[in-house]
């Protein structure tokens, strides 16, 4: 049953049931269109019955009980099963932190960046278990995606960089100073709404785009004082009546090369600290 109902959704949860039931050898019942609900769940009709995967809240909102106690808070992601006006079943799942998670932040906060948090639709004991593998300073549990945006941050003159890659992160992402959508598996919306898109499953690219964004504002800064200088020593000679137009003319298409040729440097730039 929840396979049918989690069968065309691309939440990581939804995956997570997806390969669990393969790996029980279970397959999904025939059943018609799947109904996602951001931040609630997703539902589908087999044979005359409802089924409906999500959060407890997408339960009560749709009166769907369940018949015998549920248990308590386990640390993990409970994804509960309806079908009908039922809770039959609870599937927990636990979120693994990406790999270099942990070293990118303390990468960041070495590089001075000041307050790292995380912000999830999750319950808070999931957050909170995350938040403390990661070495996150805080974190905001069970929001929805219009309560991710970072104006309240922004207000108060802080400049915010969100990372994420769902749709439930795409408002964040668009009201953000920077927005990044990271990893393979990002959403359309989210790529469209970011500014920079890191295509690498790699947190360490983080830091390492700061890097990258310094040098080339340094290089910018270099290219604007190398063409003033050249064009105004022109300006000067030309004043003077002390410069040919060959030589006016080797100037300024002289100056255009060394931009250039200063700007490939980035080429070479180390994209992550030892490669």
Do not use: W
């Amino acid at each position: 049953y929840a396979m049918a109902a989690e069968e065309t959704s691309t939440h990581p949860l939804a995956g997570a049931i997806m390969r669990y039931g393969r790996e029980l050898g279970a397959s999904p019942k025939a059943h018609g269109d799947v109904v996602t609900e951001v931040s609630r769940g997703s539902c589908t009709l087999v044979g005359k019955k409802t089924v409906r995967v999500g959060n407890i809240e997408y339960m009560r909102e749709n009166g769907v009980k369940a018949a015998a106690p549920l248990p308590g808070e386990t640390g993990a992601i409970p994804n509960y099963v309806g079908v009908g006006s039922e809770i039959v079943a609870v599937l927990y799942a636990m979120d693994s932190p990406r790999e270099n998670v942990r070293r990118a932040i303390n990468s960041l906060r070495y590089d001075g960046v000041g307050d790292i948090e995380l912000l999830t639709g999750d319950m808070e004991s999931q957050a909170r278990t995350v938040a403390e593998q990661v070495g996150a300073d805080g974190y905001r549990a069970q929001l929805l995606p219009e309560q991710k945006a970072v104006l309240k941050l922004q207000v108060q003159g802080n400049g915010v960089v969100m990372v994420g890659d769902g749709i439930n992160d795409a408002p964040a992402l668009a009201y953000a100073d920077v927005g990044i959508s990271m990893g393979s598996k990002s959403t359309d919306i989210a790529m469209e709404t970011s500014d920079v898109i890191i295509n690498r499953d790699d947190p360490m690219m983080i830091p390492a785009l700061r890097r990258l964004s310094r040098a080339t504002m340094r290089i910018v800064h270099q290219n604007f004082a190398l063409v003033i200088a050249i064009n105004s020593v022109g300006l000067i000679l030309g004043a003077a009546s002390g410069i040919s137009v060959m030589m006016s003319a080797l100037m300024h298409n002289a100056s255009t090369i060394l931009v250039v040729a200063n700007s490939l440097r980035l080429m070479f730039f180390p994209p992550m600290e030892g490669r």
